[in-house]
């Protein structure tokens, strides 16, 4: 189609600035066929009218290969008289094909020419198409992807020839749904000796946890898409961290009441995350269990309550994605008042007190509980 889209501008141009501009053109330019199948060799005059023939040359031969519309009837003389070999046509007065019916090896790297006594057309040789015959896939070599880093993925195709094409695709959890990817891939081209090419194709993603178990593929082809050779699927496997831990029926921050030397129970729990979290507490506590289900991680703390004790943490760690979160409760262990004890000047003081006559005394009386509780001061009567 590019050719044709060339050539037609020529001809404006000419016409345009008055002049006569005439060319003969050979199409298709890139010639592949396949073994044993029919392949079509097209030669146009642009810029002519009515031409009641054309000359072939075949190899650089110049043999009287011709082909004539007169009496409105088409015919090929030389080699191309042989109808088993190939058929001629003269779809219009300006254009005449060739029809090779079942190409065959020996009509690899053939060169094809077309001319009158004034102008030759350019030189097509016929080429066997070289179908891909294989495509290798190559990942990242860590298990994990962490989510939102970039990721560069390769596709490698066997030597083909005309060029192999490769296109990129993402495949949901159940494999029936499936999307191309048309954005942030790139090409470089390894050509060989006898022509063939090989291509490999890098691609740059930024996964997130929305495509979390799907599988990429590329697939590569010549000419039809239809028998595309497949990749192996690469599986991606995102990192991304977990919710923010929960203490169950706590909020963060929220207070936590028991008596002193009870049994305190907390249970924490983490939600989602690849891989889950690793589930830890800071709380003084006696060992713990951990359960998974669902996609939860759940630990449950147990402990002895003393005073003193301020706070329960629960930590979240998650190496992947580099993040920590902690959900904390305060811890207030309640306790009975103990025996008062009355102090003078710090000092501790009991039964017989010995005062000056007329000589303030300060005697200070304490004890401590939780929650607080009030001193009653009785007075000995006089």
Request: one cysteine or more; a positive charge.
């Amino acid at each position: 189609m590019q050719d044709w889209k060339f050539h037609f501008s020529i001809l404006a141009l000419c016409f345009i600035q008055g002049i006569s501009c005439q060319s003969i053109v050979l199409t298709p330019t890139k010639a592949y066929a396949d073994i044993n199948e029919t392949f079509t060799l097209t030669c146009t005059y642009i810029g002519y009218n009515n031409v009641a023939g054309t000359k072939w040359n075949v190899n650089n031969q110049y043999t009287p290969t011709t082909i004539r519309h007169q009496d409105n009837t088409c015919s090929g003389n030389g080699i191309l008289a042989d109808d088993n070999i190939y058929r001629v046509g003269c779809p219009t007065d300006t254009s005449f094909t060739v029809t090779i019916l079942r190409v065959q090896q020996e009509d690899v790297n053939i060169q094809w020419q077309c001319f009158d006594i004034h102008r030759k057309s350019n030189t097509v040789e016929i080429l066997v198409k070289i179908a891909v015959a294989k495509v290798a896939l190559s990942g990242p070599s860590l298990s994990f992807m962490k989510e939102h880093s970039r990721q560069t993925i390769k596709c490698k195709t066997s030597p083909g020839r005309p060029q192999p094409r490769v296109s990129w695709y993402l495949y949901e959890t159940n494999e029936s749904v499936k999307h191309k990817i048309t954005v942030n891939s790139s090409q470089i081209l390894n050509n060989s000796e006898d022509g063939l090419v090989a291509v490999e194709s890098t691609l740059q993603i930024y996964p997130n946890r929305s495509i979390n178990n799907w599988m990429l593929s590329c697939e590569a082809w010549i000419d039809d898409e239809t028998r595309a050779v497949h990749s192996n699927r690469l599986t991606l496997n995102i990192a991304y961290p977990p919710e923010k831990p929960v203490i169950m029926g706590f909020t963060d921050g929220e207070k936590y009441s028991l008596i002193e030397s009870e049994i305190g129970k907390l249970s924490c729990s983490s939600h989602g995350g690849n891989p889950l979290a690793n589930l830890t507490w800071n709380c003084n506590s006696k060992p713990t269990s951990i359960t998974i289900e669902d996609k939860t991680v759940s630990s449950t703390v147990t402990w002895s309550g003393v005073r003193g004790q301020s706070s329960c943490l629960c930590i979240s760690h998650h190496s992947w994605s580099g993040t920590m979160q902690t959900t904390t409760v305060m811890i207030d262990v309640l306790y009975p008042p103990n025996k008062p004890a009355m102090t003078i000047s710090n000092k501790t003081v009991s039964n017989v007190i010995n005062v000056i006559l007329s000589k303030n005394l300060q005697v200070k009386c304490e004890s401590k509980s939780n929650p607080r509780f009030k001193l009653l001061h009785m007075d000995r009567p006089s």
